[in-house]
T-cell receptor, first 123, second 108 residues
Framework: QLVESGGDLVQPGGSLRLSCAAS????????MTWVRQAPGKGLEWVAN????????DYVDSVKGRFSISRDNVKKSLYLQMNSLRAEDTAVYYC??????????????????RGQGTTVTVSS | EIVLTQSPATLSLSPGERATLSCRAS??????LAWYQQKPGQAPRLLIY???NRATDIPARFSGSGSGTDFSLTISSLEPEDFGVYYC??????????FGQGTKLEIK
């Protein structure tokens, strides 16, 4: 199970930190991902992070503004969002993806288990 | 960036009919394509990964095929709960991903 939180109404230029609490699987064996969906629009991959928190990747539109991190002890994933823009308004979902164990990579799809958290950027 | 184009934009069918949804990539994604279903107000649900592998608990009426640039999702006999929006997604350049724009499957 994945439970997202932290969404809110924020002014343009503001900051927000999203959290995702994981349970029911071995969190530190998976890459984790954030995906978002703007109102009435399709899905967009935002960022992901490896099982140790060392390797990260971002969609171009958020590079330099968003930062993904994780705490394997707390089994939690985070997304720090700075310099927010109106176009960042969306429901944000966390998901588990690539499984890594003993140096072996196994992919079983991007499993979006949470219900999402809503971020609204508006003045 | 690899662009995924889904067709048709909307598909109107009746329960019991066969549905075929298409996804075309702007360049080869090998077999690294997934399909998701989303219903209003819900998170997307993984159906198929790596072109033809059904995810856990996905009914056998859902099947995926294709490789390279052309992929299909087939629902052999539509059930009422199958209506919604379907997205394809590629991971050819993992760890980054892109999604298609979606196909809406609606009740005729």
């Amino acid at each position: 199970q994945l439970v997202e939180s932290g969404g809110d109404l924020v002014q343009p230029g503001g900051s927000l930190r999203l959290s995702c609490a994981a349970s029911g699987f071995t969190f530190n064996n998976y890459w984790m991902t954030w995906v978002r969906q703007a109102p009435g629009k399709g899905l967009e991959w935002v960022a992901n992070i490896d099982q140790d928190g060392n390797e990260k990747d971002y969609v171009d539109s958020v590079k330099g503004r968003f930062s993904i991190s994780r705490d394997n002890v707390k089994k939690s994933l985070y997304l720090q969002m700075n310099s927010l823009r109106a176009e960042d308004t969306a429901v944000y979902y966390c998901a588990r993806e690539m499984a890594v164990a003993g140096g072996s990579y196994n992919y079983y799809g991007m499993d979006v288990r949470g219900q999402g958290t809503t971020v609204t950027v508006s003045s | 960036e690899i662009v995924l184009t889904q067709s048709p934009a909307t598909l109107s069918l009746s329960p019991g009919e066969r549905a075929t949804l298409s996804c075309r990539a702007s360049q080869s994604v090998s077999g690294y394509l997934a399909w998701y279903q989303q219903k209003p107000g819900q998170a997307p649900r993984l159906l198929i990964y790596d072109a033809s592998n059904r995810a856990t608990d996905i009914p056998a009426r859902f099947s995926g095929s294709g490789s390279g640039t052309d992929f299909s999702l087939t629902i052999s006999s539509l059930e009422p709960e199958d209506f919604g929006v379907y997205y394809c997604q590629q991971r050819r350049n993992w760890p980054s991903y892109t999604f298609g724009q979606g196909t809406k499957l609606e009740i005729k």
